[in-house]
Nanobody, 118 residues
């Protein structure tokens, strides 16, 4: 089992920045990928950014390219999401997720709310 705990959400004005963190614990040795997802009421959860844990290869949703940066600290077992130039449409509950050797996102955090005011 892997436990994930997000932090760093909050209320920010449009154009501002927020950094999310996700601390992983438990059986993290088999982590292959980690990602940030977000969800708003009435919409499906969508992937925001993904990173391969060993090589650091990244993927971004088109809506956040050039504004968000995903990174990880392999020593601290922590995932980050630096969010810049925030827009009201970035308002959502943000989740981090972890995939093991099966490449499925089996482990999820509880989510952290980011609210961007206009």
């Amino acid at each position: 089992q892997v436990q994930l705990v997000e932090s760093g959400g909050g209320l920010v004005q449009a154009g501002g920045s927020v950094r999310l963190s996700c601390a992983a614990s438990g059986r993290t040795a088999s982590t292959s990928f980690m990602a940030w997802f977000r969800q708003t009421p009435g919409k499906e959860r969508e992937v925001v950014a993904q990173i391969s844990w060993s090589g650091g290869v990244t993927f971004y949703a088109d809506s956040v390219k050039g504004r968000f940066t995903i990174s990880r600290d392999k020593v601290k077992n922590t995932l980050y999401l630096q969010m810049n130039s925030l827009k009201p449409e970035d308002t959502a509950l943000y989740f981090c997720a972890s995939a093991g050797s099966r490449l499925n996102y089996d482990y999820w955090g509880q989510g952290t709310q980011v609210t961007v005011s206009s």
